[in-house]
């Protein structure tokens, strides 16, 4: 991949509506445990601790982001220079890539509720990685984004 001005792209990959229905379903029984000796304390811990999960939840949700020349996904970042042509992988695809396909040296940004992802060859001879493997909802705008060439 040559380097060139790419357009930007930015993805939170923050949970769906069943995670953060779950994050208020564990709110609702740390509440029910103070329930019965004094309901007032049982809805401040319900609230109190649903607050926290959401808070924590959305807090260690990775970015996907790419800027300025640069790949960041989660706590990794690559320049763009350095990557091969990526690929978009459907549901399936990405359920091959993260089981049997998967090679223990590839980087992996994953969200389990992201089930679409973008396989990214790696193409630095000195790098060991061969490829980044990341969750995104939306493959063809960052593969469209990654290879410099408008979505589809």
């Known amino acids: 991949m040559t380097s060139r001005a790419t357009p930007e792209f930015h993805e939170r990959l923050l949970p769906g509506p069943g995670g953060w229905l779950g994050t208020a379903g564990l709110g609702v029984i740390a509440g029910i445990v103070p329930w019965p000796f004094n309901p007032p304390l049982g809805v401040a811990t319900a609230i ?50 993260l089981g049997p396909g998967l090679d223990a040296r590839a980087y992996v940004c994953l969200r389990a509720w992201a089930r679409t992802g973008v396989r990214i060859p790696v193409e630095d001879p000195h790098d060991p990685t061969p490829y980044w493997l990341v969750s995104t909802r939306d493959p063809r705008t960052l593969v469209a984004v990654l290879s410099g060439t408008p979505a589809s």
């Not at 640069?70 to 890539?97: C, F, H, K, N, Y």
């Open 48 to 97: 109190l601790v649903g607050a926290i999960a959401a808070i924590a939840l959305a807090t260690t949700s990775p970015v996907v982001r790419v800027s300025a020349g640069v790949l960041q996904a989660g706590r990794a970042s690559i320049p763009l220079s350095r990557l091969g042509d990526p690929a978009a992988l459907d549901a399936t695809a990405m359920r091959w890539e």
